[in-house]
């Protein structure tokens, strides 16, 4: 089938089962899935502009549809989403612009999937020693109190993640303003530190395309300490608003190739659905430690687009 915004010819079904991978993925770990989707359309052809904003485009409605089960979970923090909103974007904005800036030489291509590389590959590492290193810490603790196994983090709890130190000093980091956010069992924290974690994953979210969730999501459990399955419907109800306002901006721009948005969204739909019924039944620390190989699968698919020069089929 012939894209005629982006003059690339891709078959539908290829992008109906990453729409779907994608929508399971982002219901599970509450991620909008681009380490996935923005790998994939470039292997499919489509140039490194229109992946971005074509991937922010069809993120938008995978991610109300799992907003609105993780909703019914009681898995939002709409507080903590509504503040993030003031760093988001500018994030987004900043990123985009970047993006407009790249169009105009002809290394965009290996800028963009560089630092795509780089960052993916980073987060992938980071999340499979912590969540290897806290799932050996609880049940060593597990051991020692003399019960068979670790009882799952439930959702309105903290997950004891190994670097729980961390966000533990980031809330005690006297910079006033300062907020509440009862939902996530956060008696107080910095506003300004809410709004450099949504800054940041406004800024990739724009840079890099998707919902910057692979960003995000750690932010929101590492730094901030926010439980792992609240940190996932709070991370799709932010990515609504940081891939929405990308979209419209990209569009703009004349980075979004619509078809091809709408084509992912028919399987990104039913897999969204399927991921959240998931989340459930599976603690923090072990959804933190299945996350990590999603990433390394992107950073691959890129760098064989970016050292072959060939198209995935």
């Not at 923090?77 to 169009?103: H, N, Q, S, W």
């Not at 300062?178 to 300004?192: D, E, G, H, T």
């Not at 439980?227 to 109800?237: E, R």
């Amino acid at each position: 089938m012939n894209f005629p915004i982006s003059d690339v010819h891709i078959a539908p079904i290829y992008l109906i089962l990453v729409g779907f991978v994608v929508g399971v993925l982002g219901g599970f770990f509450g991620v909008g899935g681009s380490f996935i989707a923005g790998p994939a359309l470039f292997g499919f052809g489509l140039p490194m502009g229109f992946v971005i904003g074509t991937d922010l485009a069809h993120i938008v409605g995978k991610s109300v549809v799992a907003a609105r089960k993780h909703y019914s979970l009681g898995n939002i923090d709409f507080r903590l989403g509504g503040l993030m909103i003031i760093g988001t974007i500018p994030g987004v904005e900043c990123g985009a612009r970047i993006i407009e800036y790249l169009k105009g030489t002809a290394w965009i291509n290996q800028v963009i999937g560089g630092t795509f590389i780089v960052i993916l590959v980073f987060i992938s590492a980071f999340t499979a020693w912590e969540g290897w290193a806290t799932l050996k810490a609880q049940r060593a603790k597990a051991k020692e109190n003399g019960s068979r196994d670790e009882k799952p983090a439930a959702r309105n709890q903290k997950d004891h993640s190994v670097f729980a130190f961390l966000a533990k000093h980031v809330q005690r980091l006297n910079l006033p303003p300062f907020v509440r956010l009862p939902a996530s069992n956060i008696k107080r924290i910095s506003l300004w530190i809410v709004i450099g974690v949504s800054f940041l994953g406004g800024f990739f979210s724009g840079l890099l395309g998707g919902g910057a969730g692979y960003i995000r999501m750690p932010s929101l459990v590492y730094i901030l300490g926010i439980p792992t399955h609240i940190a996932i419907g709070t991370d799709l109800f932010e990515i609504i608003i940081s891939a929405g306002y990308g979209t419209f901006t990209h569009a703009l721009k004349g980075n979004v190739d619509i078809l091809v948005a709408l084509v992912m969204h028919t399987g990104a739909v039913l897999g969204a659905q399927l991921g959240v019924a998931l989340t459930p039944y599976v603690s923090g620390p072990r959804i933190r430690l299945a996350f990590f190989p999603l990433p390394l699968i992107g950073a691959a698919i890129i760098a064989h687009g970016l050292i072959s020069g060939h198209n995935v089929p």
